[in-house]
T-cell receptor, first 116, second 111 residues
Framework: SAVISQKPSRDICQRGTSLTIQCQVDSQVTMMFWYRQQPGQSLTLIATANQGSEATYESGFVIDKFPISRPNLTFSTLTVSNMSPEDSSIYLC?????????????FGQGTRLTVV | DAKTTQPPSMDCAEGRAANLPCNHSTISGNEYVYWYRQIHSQGPQYIIHGLKNNETNEMASLIITEDRKSSTLILPHATLRDTAVYYCIVRSQAAGNKLTFGGGTRVLVKP
């Protein structure tokens, strides 16, 4: 299993500013994933972050808007840059743990972001 | 990853079994069926997964049809704490293969 801690748990930010969200895992993992969940919607993958390489972004998400760092095997950050009210969402960090028989994903509690 | 289709919502009486259907008619041979749930204000939580055999754990049972084109998650004795959005996802076991979340089923367990 994996325990994920995200900081901050919530924040209210002014438009035009940036917020960096931290994700800490209690074990070393190869891949970390960042998701966005807009109000009332399902989860959408933003990017996949591997240690030692640039993040891979999904269609509709770009590095300039959502820069990601992955300095080691237990930590990652997601920055939401130049925020607008449309960025108000829950942002979730996720990791995969692969055992002998299956792969399971674990999620942090999320960061609830409100942009005013 | 194959797409899944779930009813958007369903109600269930406390103490009764909740049967949550999922259609995944384009599932391929190496793809598993995973179920996650998301309780309000929390991150998704793994429930169960299976390939072709029925599976049971302490949380739920998973029934997969013989042709694997659909499945049913069964919560045997629903409690109020089971109120959540339930997501059915199909994916291969390859490491790093992303989870694609559909709309899920919003389950409301009523007293």
């Amino acid at each position: 299993s994996a325990v994920i801690s995200q900081k901050p748990s919530r924040d209210i930010c002014q438009r035009g500013t940036s917020l960096t969200i931290q994700c800490q895992v209690d074990s070393q993992v190869t891949m970390m994933f960042w998701y966005r969940q807009q109000p009332g919607q399902s989860l959408t993958l933003i990017a996949t972050a591997n240690q030692g390489s640039e993040a891979t972004y999904e269609s509709g998400f770009v590095i300039d808007k959502f820069p990601i760092s992955r300095p080691n095997l237990t930590f990652s950050t997601l920055t939401v840059s130049n925020m607008s009210p449309e960025d108000s969402s829950i942002y979730l960090c996720s990791v995969e743990v692969t055992g002998k028989m299956w792969t399971e994903a674990f999620f942090g509690q999320g960061t609830r972001l409100t942009v005013v | 990853d194959a797409k899944t289709t779930q009813p958007p919502s369903m109600d269930c009486a406390e103490g009764r079994a909740a049967n949550l259907p999922c259609n995944h008619s384009t599932i391929s041979g190496n793809e598993y069926v995973y179920w996650y749930r998301q309780i309000h204000s929390q991150g998704p939580q793994y429930i169960i997964h299976g390939l072709k055999n029925n599976e049971t754990n302490e949380m739920a049972s998973l029934i997969i049809t013989e042709d694997r084109k659909s499945s049913t998650l069964i919560l045997p004795h629903a409690t109020l704490r089971d109120t959540a959005v339930y997501y059915c996802i199909v994916r291969s076991q390859a490491a790093g293969n992303k989870l694609t979340f559909g709309g899920g089923t919003r389950v409301l367990v009523k007293p």
